[in-house]
């Protein structure tokens, strides 16, 4: 199920998989481009595991509009089993104003799992007048949920 105001895309699904084990591949940024749906992942640069909020993890991204670019992302929300947020920025810049939120809601042995982008926090006005939000569709968010659920099992 998908929802969309002006600045933010929400998509839910219920998986047959327990929180814990969707999480602990999310914290996991070498295994962020198996999920990725959008196909801008190219792999991680940080191999580290995520641990806490004002982590930053870096990853290899491509997409039309920048080329071949290094993302840093911060950290902003983190709670074990069941949500983390990142904000994405430019290698060595502050967040862009967006950001990428997963959480997770136990439901008997399956999952209720909400993968949310918003970008009400991005004000650049050159930004937005140059690029189309969201970056990303529903479906290609559901998508990513897909494979999340299938690489946790």
Do not use: C
Not at 42 to 61: K, L, S, Y
Not at 110 to 130: F, I, M, N, P, Q
């Amino acid at each position: 199920m998908a929802s969309e105001s002006p600045t933010v895309l929400s998509v839910s699904s219920v998986v047959s998989v327990p929180a814990e084990q969707l999480f602990a591949v999310l914290v996991d940024p070498a295994r962020h481009s198996e999920i990725d749906g959008s196909g801008m992942i190219r792999g991680a640069v940080t191999t580290e595991q995520i641990g806490q909020v004002g982590d930053i993890f870096t990853m290899d991204m491509e997409q039309p509009a920048f080329g071949s670019y290094k993302s840093d992302n911060h950290v902003v929300e983190f709670e074990p089993g069941r949500k983390i947020a990142w904000a994405p920025g430019g290698s060595g810049q502050p967040p862009l104003g967006h950001v990428w939120a997963w959480e997770f809601v136990p439901e008997g042995g399956s999952t209720l799992v909400k993968h949310t982008y918003d970008w009400s926090g991005v004000t650049d006005e050159r930004l937005l007048a140059a690029l189309k939000f969201p970056r990303v569709s529903a479906d290609q968010m559901a998508t990513t949920i897909d494979r999340l659920a299938k690489a946790a099992t």
